[in-house]
């Protein structure tokens, strides 16, 4: 993602993972969200002198502080149902 990368790629990635976390497509978005990481790690040189990337960069970021909880939250919830299930499976007969 070198120098073809642009801020309108970025968006494009921004918008995808909010629609599949809008529909419940984790899946997708486990794959979607690494890609946005790894632009993230990789803005031009002088990203900050455009008001384009700035502004996505904001939003993206904006978005993934307010995701952050919600997703640890859903890693617990589903923690504690495997664990729960792990330890109901002694009394269930096959």
């Known amino acids: 993602m070198a120098a073809a990368s642009s801020p309108e790629q970025l968006q494009q ?33 002088g990203w ?15 978005y993934l502080n307010a995701l952050q909880p919600e997703l640890e939250q859903t890693r617990d919830e589903t923690s504690a149902a495997v664990t729960k299930i792990g330890k109901s499976k002694k009394g269930v007969k096959a």
């Open 48 to 62: 900050t002198d455009s008001n384009d990337w700035v502004q996505v960069v904001a939003e993206v970021d904006d």
């Open 13 to 45: 990635l921004h918008q995808q993972l909010q629609q599949q976390i809008a529909d419940s497509e984790f899946e997708s978005a486990s794959e979607t969200l690494p890609k946005i990481l790894t632009f993230l790690e990789q803005l031009p040189d």
